[in-house]
Antibody, heavy 114, light 114 residues
Framework: QVQLVESGGGVVQPGGSLRLSCAAS????????MHWVRQAPGKGLEWVAF????????YYADSVKGRFTISRDNSKNTLYLQMNSLRAEDTAVYYCADDVFLYWGQGTLVTVSS | DVVMTQSPLSLPVTLGQPASISCRSS???????????LNWFQQRPGQSPRRLIYKVSNRDSGVPDRFSGSGSGTDFTLKISRVEAEDVGVYYC???????????FGQGTKVEIK
C-alpha cells in the first residue's frame, strides 16, 4: 500500500533553516510529481510547492518563493523541502502528497519561535 | 491567482439530515482538455486530509455514496445526503486547473453535529 512518511520537523529560531523529508513507498515514486502542503495551527490548508516526477520543474507559493526549495532523490524514493530564512508565519504542519492529492503523509510539525 | 470561496464556513447539522457546502472560484475551472479539476477533501479532527471527490463529481474508492459532488464552471457543491457522526470535520474544495503557478484551497467548512 502507498505510504508517505514525513520527518525533519522541529523547533527553529526565526531566520533559521530546516530540511523536511518525505519517504515514499508502495508506488513508483519516480513516475509521479509530488507536493508539499502546510497547515498553520487552527487554520486551513495552503499549497506550498510542487516538483515534477523527474525534478525538471518546480513551482512555489508566493509566500515561500526564494526561501524554500523542493527537491527529490528518486534513487531513495524521497522528497525534500529545504526551508531557509524561516519566519513565525511558517509555523505549521507540513504534509507531502502525490500529484493528484490522493495520498497524504501524516505530517510533520515545524515551529518557528525564539 | 484563482480564489476559492466556500460557504458556509460553519455548518451545524442534525444526524441523519442532509448537508450542503458551496465552493465558488474566481475563474472558470474548465481546463483546455475539457476537464474541470475541482476536488473535495475531508479532514477529520487530528487526521491528515483525505480526498473524497475529484474532477467535480467522481467519488474516490471507499468514499460512502452519501457524498456527492456537482457543479460546473465556477460554482460547485458538495452534498452529504444523511450526515453521520463520522462526517464531523473540515471540508475543503481545491482547484487544480490553473497551474502553474498554484493549486488553491478554499477556506474550509467545519461540519459539526447539533
Amino acid at each position: 500500500q502507498v505510504q508517505l512518511v514525513e520527518s525533519g520537523g522541529g523547533v527553529v529560531q526565526p531566520g533559521g533553516s530546516l530540511r523536511l523529508s518525505c519517504a515514499a513507498s508502495g508506488f513508483t515514486f519516480s513516475s509521479y510529481g509530488m507536493h508539499w502542503v502546510r497547515q498553520a495551527p487552527g487554520k486551513g490548508l495552503e499549497w506550498v510547492a510542487f516538483i515534477r516526477y523527474d525534478g525538471s520543474n518546480k513551482y512555489y507559493a508566493d509566500s515561500v518563493k526564494g526561501r524554500f526549495t523542493i527537491s527529490r532523490d528518486n534513487s531513495k524514493n524521497t522528497l525534500y523541502l529545504q526551508m531557509n530564512s524561516l519566519r513565525a508565519e511558517d509555523t505549521a504542519v507540513y504534509y507531502c502528497a502525490d500529484d493528484v492529492f490522493l495520498y497524504w503523509g501524516q505530517g510533520t510539525l515545524v515551529t518557528v519561535s525564539s | 491567482d484563482v480564489v476559492m470561496t466556500q460557504s458556509p464556513l460553519s455548518l451545524p447539522v442534525t444526524l441523519g439530515q442532509p448537508a450542503s457546502i458551496s465552493c465558488r472560484s474566481s475563474q472558470s475551472l474548465v481546463y483546455s482538455d475539457g476537464n474541470t479539476y475541482l476536488n473535495w477533501f475531508q479532514q477529520r479532527p487530528g487526521q491528515s486530509p483525505r480526498r473524497l471527490i475529484y474532477k467535480v463529481s467522481n467519488r474516490d474508492s471507499g468514499v460512502p455514496d452519501r457524498f456527492s459532488g456537482s457543479g460546473s464552471g465556477t460554482d460547485f457543491t458538495l452534498k452529504i445526503s444523511r450526515v453521520e457522526a463520522e462526517d464531523v470535520g473540515v471540508y475543503y474544495c481545491m482547484q487544480g486547473t490553473h497551474w502553474p503557478p498554484t493549486w488553491t484551497f478554499g477556506q474550509g467548512t467545519k461540519v459539526e453535529i447539533k
